[in-house]
């Protein structure tokens, strides 16, 4: 007879003190552990790539108004078109200097509402400041 071979097939001793710890607990023994706290923030953030703000001409801020105009009569009219903004959102961190730096964003919705005294368009719920938009297309999928 080899050694312990009469053990093989003893059933597991329990503890009368220490239940069995349950599946889960036992399985957040083995997740992964963060030993250095926000570190994944800082390289997602380095992974945005930033790009400096275009300066808009006179013929691309005239389109732009023209669209704002078309967006407000298509709502006097109670129509809600379909849109897409190039939005602008500076990067307060990178921007030292002249130079705007931060990263454009592709916003497309349904034009709820323009405030011209705030100067904000509202699309899809939510009021985006017309100082920050670079771009304004008109869809057809609306």
Do not use: C, W
């Not at 007879?1 to 957040?28: F, G, Q, T, V, W």
């Not at 992964?32 to 808009?56: H, K, N, Q, W």
């Amino acid at each position: 007879m080899k050694p312990y071979e009469d053990m093989l097939d003893l059933e597991r001793p329990l503890s009368p003190k220490h239940p069995p710890m349950p599946r889960a607990e036992r399985a957040k023994q083995f997740m992964p552990f963060a030993s250095l706290r926000g570190f994944g923030d800082v390289i997602t953030d380095r992974e945005t790539i930033r790009v400096p703000r275009r300066l808009l001409s006179e013929d691309e801020r005239e389109t732009m108004d023209a669209r704002l105009r078309e967006i407000a009569a298509a709502l006097a009219n109670g129509e809600h078109p379909m849109i897409s903004l190039s939005l602008f959102t500076k990067d307060p961190i990178r921007s030292e200097g002249p130079e705007e730096l931060g990263t454009y964003e592709q916003i497309t919705g349904h034009a709820e509402k323009i405030r011209s005294a705030e100067r904000e368009l509202k699309v899809d719920g939510v009021y985006y400041p017309l100082d920050r938009v670079d771009e304004i297309r008109m869809t057809d999928n609306g």
